[in-house]
């Protein structure tokens, strides 16, 4: 067993280390509503510019556009949003996971490429010799449009150069701060969200809308538009996973310092009570020994 010493020294070190621990989970729960709140705000925007791109093209049938051509698949791109920093679980890990299993799943003679958003992202698939074809870290806690803007048009621009002939989007959808989902999003060409009900295909295609300017015009402005939408959506809903999964996994760390001290405090008192008893022994032998 160690000795009192010792163990006054690891309980000091702990102490230290659950001040730490307690400080940045504070620090994670301010931020964490922050996050929530703008992912919640973008979540009804993104949802309904694409039901109008929907009802575009089931209403009107076929509209020609570059970000809507689908065409053979030679190259598929990921689209991966990480965080830049660690301490926080078992988030990362997950969403690169994630990645990983779409990039498997992907059509026979394919390729695959990578955008890195965020330093874990970069780090990983740099490491693993992906093709990584742009990385975008740094983008602090509050990322803006502008951010999502310039991301979006780095992928449409691979996708209209052909240079890759399909986009997915990989990200965290937040759920609550003890749950955050790994989504895999179909970003690039653009298709008819195939995960909608019946009943709701068929009150889209029922409603009659009149379009002004025509719905080509529309589609050219809108299109664009979306996909820097969705981009700015999943940067949100990943700071908000980001910092929910570190205000947990902070908090776990701070119990667990706690429960360690209380483990470190009860070996130290068994090692002062071992002394003492050990003291009262020789003392007792001593007083015998004079005896004689």
Do not use: W
Not at 31 to 36: G, I
Not at 78 to 100: H, K, P, S, W
Not at 104 to 123: F, H, M, N, Q, Y
């Amino acid at each position: 067993m160690a000795g009192g010493r010792d163990i006054k020294r690891r309980i000091r070190s702990v102490k230290s280390t659950q001040q730490i621990t307690g400080a940045m989970e504070m620090v994670a729960a301010a931020k964490l509503r922050r996050a929530q709140e703008m992912a919640v705000m973008a979540r009804p925007y993104a949802d309904q510019i694409g039901e109008v791109l929907d009802h575009l093209l089931k209403a009107e049938g076929e509209l020609q556009h570059p970000l809507a051509t689908a065409r053979p698949v030679k190259t598929v791109c990921l689209l991966v949003i990480t965080a830049d920093r660690g301490l926080c679980g078992a988030y990362n890990t997950n969403i690169i996971r994630r990645a990983v299993q779409s990039g498997r799943d992907i059509p026979e003679g394919a390729e695959l490429a990578v955008v890195a958003v965020g330093r874990k992202a970069r780090d990983y698939f740099k490491k693993r010799d992906y093709n990584v074809l742009g990385e975008f870290v740094n983008l602090g806690d509050n990322p803006n449009f502008v951010q999502a803007r310039e991301i979006a048009q780095f992928v449409v621009n691979l996708f209209l150069e052909e240079v890759v002939d399909e986009v997915r989007l990989v990200y965290a959808e937040f759920i609550t701060a003890l749950q955050q989902i790994p989504r895999v999003r179909h970003l690039l060409p653009f298709r008819i969200n195939e995960d909608e009900d019946e009943e709701k295909k068929q009150l889209i295609i029922r409603t009659d809308y009149i379009y002004e300017p025509d719905p080509d015009t529309l589609m050219n402005a809108i299109l664009p538009k979306f996909i820097e939408t969705q981009v700015y959506r999943a940067l949100l809903e990943s700071k908000a996973s980001e910092q929910g999964a570190r205000m947990t996994a902070l908090g776990a760390a701070t119990d667990n310092a706690k429960e360690m001290i209380d483990t470190l405090t009860l070996s130290m008192n068994k090692a002062r009570q071992a002394a003492i008893t050990k003291e009262l022994l020789e003392i007792v032998a001593g007083a015998e020994a004079l005896k004689r």
